[in-house]
């Protein structure tokens, strides 16, 4: 069974940092494109951040460039958000996401269950 496990979440103070992880386990064939969203109280889900499977190519929400990076590490299946500068409208649940192929011919979005960032002072 393919999962994704988020952790790293918690409270900080504006200005400050977090970094949150992601970790991918199961039996698959690879992961291309992995990306960060995240879903504020009474919000839409939102791309936050996005990574390509070679990790040459990263996007990101305007308003957080500049503070935020996503990196990989395709060896140990992990994705990183490494987030500077926190302000309070970053408070949301953060989630996960990865294109994985899971046979030779098939591939498919996972997501993890989240883990709540919130930004108070």
């Known amino acids: 069974q393919i999962k994704l496990v988020e952790s790293g979440g918690g409270l900080a103070q504006p200005g400050g940092s977090l970094t949150l992880s992601c970790a991918a386990s199961g039996s698959f064939v690879s992961i291309g494109a992995i990306a960060w969203y995240r879903q504020a109280p009474g919000k839409s889900r939102e791309l936050v951040a996005r990574l390509t499977s070679s990790g040459d190519d990263a996007t990101y929400l305007n308003s957080v460039k500049g503070r935020f990076t996503i990196s990989r590490d395709n060896a140990k299946n992990t994705v990183d958000l490494h987030m500077n500068s926190l302000i309070p409208d970053d408070t949301a649940v953060y989630f996960c996401?990865?294109?994985?192929?899971?046979?030779?011919?098939?591939?498919?979005?996972?997501w993890g269950q989240g883990t709540q960032v919130t930004v108070s002072s």
């Open positions: 996401s990865a294109y994985i192929q899971t046979d030779i011919r098939h591939w498919r979005d996972y």
